[in-house]
């Protein structure tokens, strides 16, 4: 009986001990998550992605008008070519030129070493006096077998200038007019002088403020900048409009 005990409590025990020591299917899953997993539990390595296209970087930095266009002044550059970029400019939505992002700017080279300096544009597209809307975009260089990152928006500046400013009437020895002339290829300048005239109405001495107007052209003006011509005031003048004729914009100022 002594013997038949044993043998079943040795039994007993081989089966407790190797419940112990086999671990089951979750616990292997579980160390299968640890930092550092046995050889036995290593997964393949995600496939290598392939080459990827990267968007262009920069920025539209400032717009003026010249007199016949718009000068625009920004940086562009593409991590997948080391060959300056085009950039084209829009005005109000509208193709306008292009520029090549290839003058000298330090201070891009300061911030992305990788890009170097000679990353800046500076053009001039044709554009009109008045409010209008300049917007650039840097042109992506797509490299072979990508998906492509598209062209980046530089940014956009809006600007305010009428073709003629300031005009005044003033006298120093003679009646002058002077204006601001902030165009170039004007044909000239159309002058109108709103002025009246008294008139008396017959049998009676009660006089009528008659309204009168005055019209005439002075030449054109050799690039831009303050004019200031001889000119001829009508008496009781009360207004003075300058305008370059096609140019759609002009300056009025009221006389006292």
Do not use: K
Not at 72 to 86: C, H, I, K, M, R
Not at 153 to 174: E, I
Not at 175 to 186: K, P, Q, R, S, T
């Amino acid at each position: 009986m002594t013997t038949s005990f044993t043998r079943a409590g040795a039994a007993l025990l081989l089966t407790v001990l190797g419940a112990v020591a086999a671990p089951s299917a979750a616990h292997a899953t579980a160390l299968c998550d640890q930092p550092v997993p046995p050889p036995a539990c290593s997964e393949d390595p995600d496939p290598d992605p392939g080459p990827i296209d990267t968007p262009p970087r920069g920025a539209l930095d400032s717009v003026a008008f010249t007199g016949n266009g718009a000068r625009v002044t920004g940086w562009a550059a593409d991590g997948d070519s080391a060959a300056p970029l085009q950039v084209h400019v829009y005005v109000d939505g509208a193709f306008a030129g292009a520029a090549v992002a290839d003058t000298y700017r330090p201070d891009v080279a300061a911030v992305y070493p990788y890009f170097g300096a000679w990353r800046g544009y500076d053009a001039v597209v044709p554009a009109r006096p008045g409010t209008h809307t300049v917007c650039t975009y840097a042109i992506n260089v797509q490299p072979p077998n990508t998906s492509p990152a598209g062209n980046r928006q530089l940014g956009c500046r809006s600007y305010d200038v009428p073709a003629v400013a300031n005009v005044a009437s003033l006298y120093s020895g003679q009646w002058l007019v002077a204006f601001d002339d902030n165009v170039v290829g004007e044909t000239g300048f159309e002058v109108m002088w709103e002025y009246f005239t008294w008139y008396t109405i017959p049998g009676t001495h009660e006089r009528v403020a008659t309204p009168r107007v005055w019209r005439y052209t002075l030449p054109p003006h050799e690039g831009t900048g303050r004019v200031t011509l001889p000119d001829q005031r009508p008496i009781n003048a009360t207004r003075l409009t300058v305008t370059a004729p096609g140019l759609g914009s002009a300056s009025t100022t009221d006389l006292y």
